[in-house]
Nanobody
Framework: QLVESGGGSVQAGGSLRVSCVAS?????????MAWFRQAAGKEREAVGT???????SVPDSMKGRFTISKDNANNTVNLMMNSLKPEDTAMYYC????????????????WGQGTQVTVS
């Protein structure tokens, strides 16, 4: 089970951290983790991944603003977002996969319910 939290409304230029707690089957080093987002009328896109070995990856368009990290002690994956823009407004989803870390949503079999981020 994946449960996201931390979404909300923020002004442009501000920062926000969203978190995902993994429990049950997804609470395992066998899973790679990722954050995706989906804006209204748009496809779901990756904003960060963490591989089994802990290495992270962020799409070029978000490098320097978005940071993904994992807190193993609390089974939590965090996404720190800085210098937020109105176009970052979306539902943000946590995802887990037994496969390799990927920016493709099709890689991930486990999804949280999402947390809304609104930038105005």
């Amino acid at each position: 089970q994946l449960v996201e939290s931390g979404g909300g409304s923020v002004q442009a230029g501000g920062s926000l951290r969203v978190s995902c707690v993994a429990s049950g089957a997804t609470n395992s080093d066998r899973f790679c983790m990722a954050w995706f987002r989906q804006a209204a009328g748009k496809e779901r896109e990756a904003v960060g991944t963490i591989a089994h070995d802990g290495s992270t990856s962020v799409p070029d368009s978000m490098k320097g603003r978005f940071t993904i990290s994992k807190d193993n002690a609390n089974n939590t994956v965090n996404l720190m977002m800085n210098s937020l823009k109105p176009e970052d407004t979306a539902m943000y989803y946590c995802a887990a996969s037994r496969g390799v870390a990927s920016f493709s949503a099709m890689t991930y079999a486990y999804w949280g319910q999402g947390t809304q981020v609104t930038v105005s």
